[in-house]
């Protein structure tokens, strides 16, 4: 009976559950898992990197920046995307989807290679526009979930000082006056409707994130909390 019992429950769990559950079958479980994602957009400067940061030590999650992982193949020695890259993010502009989401797919991958626990995700950056939300709908359907979309809702001059007092240390080619209000403009024109149409299906969390950083992260863990 006892027996019965326990395959009645294990038949009930879903893959994810019953994959955490068994060191058997590792390349099984990788095949069932899904990544569960949270979007994490906002304007440049408004802190969702330093946010992403605490997020990751306090709840386990995997950080991936859209942004990072475009500045890095476009270093990358070889790359086929690296002069390509250089001149979207230099004019402010949104790099083609079908780069960027093979970039955020094969971070996962690796990542969920590597632990099959590591299933959660934060994606900082992205969806900028309706392309990316298209192409990820497209690319990713059945094969992620997205969770929730973690807004940091920012005053446009706060992020602009915020970028250029980075700036001065980061070596970053779009961290100037310049390059941040064609960014702006890109996120309001492009960024804003995402957020808007998420908000309309009750998926968004909006953080204010004109506060301190320890203020922020107060209003964020209530929210990770909240939503598991």
């Known amino acids: 009976m006892f027996s019965r019992c326990l395959l009645v429950l294990a038949a009930r769990l879903s893959p994810r559950a019953r994959c955490l559950r068994t060191a058997a079958a590792p390349r099984r479980c990788r095949l069932l898992m899904k990544p569960l994602v949270v979007f994490v957009l906002g304007g440049p400067g408004a802190g969702k990197g330093t946010q992403c940061a605490r997020i990751v030590e306090k709840?386990?999650?995997?950080?991936?920046?859209?942004?990072?992982?475009l500045r890095d193949e476009r270093k990358r020695p070889g790359s086929q995307y690296g002069e390509l890259i250089e001149k979207y993010i230099t004019e402010g502009a949104i790099v083609p989807v079908e780069i960027t989401i093979s970039l955020l797919k094969r971070a996962m991958d690796q990542?969920?290679?590597?632990?099959?626990?590591k299933y959660k995700f934060l994606i900082d950056g992205f969806p900028r526009?309706?392309?990316n939300l298209q192409g990820w709908n497209k690319t990713m359907d059945g094969k992620a979930d997205v969770s929730f979309v973690l807004f940091f809702d920012c005053d446009n001059e706060i992020c602009i000082d915020r970028c250029l007092e980075r700036g001065k240390s980061s070596g970053r080619s779009d961290d100037n006056r310049e390059s941040l209000e064609k960014r702006l403009h890109t996120y309001l024109q492009s960024t804003k409707p995402i957020i808007d149409q998420y908000e309309k299906m009750g998926k968004v969390r909006k953080v204010d994130a004109s506060k301190s950083v320890d203020e922020v992260f107060g209003k964020v863990v209530k929210i990770f909390d909240k939503e598991g």
């Open 59 to 69: 709840y386990g999650y995997t950080h991936l920046s859209a942004g990072d992982l």
């Open 129 to 131: 526009n309706e392309d």
């Open 111 to 117: 990542t969920m290679a590597a632990n099959v626990q």
